[in-house]
């Protein structure tokens, strides 16, 4: 499967983005999503996930307050809706997709996306 990210960019503190995962390839219900993201000189971090329906959702602790991952298989689209961003939201934001896994762990995902760049300013 190929996944493509957009939706980036430079956003203000306190304001909402909306980034987007489009896939190809293979038959999009047949896979999990997560989403990751990555800082400059930190470790790539989970943000959170959906199942192949759509209908179970998880997020990091810290996030869920704020970010909302959903998606549509006709589309063969998720989203990953920031809320409230933060300057410590900055950061390289990756999609990933798995036939078998809903996990933390980006070692478990076999598919990921180029990623897109989000920049907060304060």
């Known amino acids: 499967v190929q996944l493509v990210e957009s939706g980036g960019g430079l956003v203000q503190a306190g304001n909402s983005l909306r980034l987007s995962c489009e896939a190809s390839?293979?038959?999009?219900?047949?896979?999990?999503v997560a989403w990751f993201r990555q800082a400059p000189g930190k470790e790539r971090e989970f943000v959170g996930a959906?199942?192949?329906?759509?209908?179970?959702?998880y997020y990091a602790d810290s996030l869920k307050e704020r970010f909302t991952i959903s998606r549509d298989n006709a589309l063969k689209t998720a989203w990953l809706q920031m809320m409230r961003v933060k300057p410590e939201d900055t950061g390289v934001y990756y999609c990933?997709?798995?036939?078998?896994?809903?996990?933390?762990?980006?070692?478990?995902?076999?598919?990921w996306g180029q990623g897109t760049q989000v920049t907060v300013s304060s």
């Open positions: 990933a997709a798995d036939a078998t896994s809903i996990s933390p762990s980006p070692a478990d995902f076999g598919s």
């Open positions: 390839g293979r038959t999009f219900s047949d896979l999990n």
């Open positions: 959906i199942t192949k329906s759509g209908g179970s959702t």
